[in-house]
């Protein structure tokens, strides 16, 4: 299977799809409420699903309420954990993600010592998480140099798209930021807005349950992060239209994507 957290294959799971289009694409008001309440502690790690706080003061608190992080998967609370494996499922939902893949990664590693690339790589991975977590985006997995992130307008609202793109702006900002501190972390990024299955996927043994994507929009948005050179952001043509920036004057143009048997339009945005 693809777009999963690296080193682990997990297969897709079918079933529960009302449940998790109510989930994912309205809006679950038990969900909502919780990931509002928990917003307001302080605190990371965060849960996936419920923005629960795992660590700070949010986590000492949320002890009290019996939450923690889950033992056999500490991306999700307890409580969380229990949802994805009593209702495995998922459905088709339309969204915004973002891809933020490093670029040149295999050259960089032969010049980098492996203590030093995977720095790097956790270095990539603070940043873009804390400006997912900042977006209303949710975080749907590392795999190996890039990060995931899905914004489902159950979770951010009808301006799902808006959100993605100032997210995407926001991580070049802090990447080329991070240049002048420290060593440059080249990343490209990709945005667009499609309609994907949001599943649970689990792992062979069953031993673990994750959130996953699967659709061509997943391969899209990983291509165009592949196409950005390193601190730029590519948006595509659907995006730009959700995100409202036609009017802009950005420029769109045609792209031959890897794998995408048709020229895919988007466009680079200004720095
Ligand atoms: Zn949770």
Known sequence: MTQTASNIDFNRQDGNEELWYQVFQVGHPVLAKKQKRY??????????????????????????????????????????????????GGADVE?????????????????????????????????????????DGFVLQFQGDSVIGVWPP?????????????????????????????????????VHTDTVYLCTVASANGALQEISAFGEGVNLAARLSAVAGAGEVFLSEAVIAAAGLVEQGIS????TLKGIDRHVRAARLNK
């Open 252 to 255: 769109v143009q045609d792209y």
């Open 154 to 190: 159950g979770f951010a609202g009808p301006d799902h798209a808006q959100k993605a793109v100032a997210a995407a702006k926001d991580i070049a900002h802090a990447l080329a930021e991070e240049r002048a501190k420290e060593q440059e972390i080249p990343a490209g990024i990709g």
């Open 39 to 88: 917003q307001m502690l302080p605190g990371s790690p965060r849960c996936h699903l419920c923005y629960a706080p795992m660590g700070g003061l949010g986590g000492w608190v949320m002890r009290f309420a019996k939450l923690h992080p889950s033992a056999r998967n500490p991306n999700y609370c307890n409580a969380c954990d229990g949802f994805l494996e009593a209702f495995p």
């Open 95 to 135: 969204l915004s993600m973002l891809f933020c893949d490093l670029r040149g990664s295999v050259e960089l590693s032969s010049k980098m010592t492996p203590r030093d690339f995977t720095q790097l790589i956790m270095r990539m991975r603070a940043i873009v998480l804390e400006k997912l977590w900042k977006h």
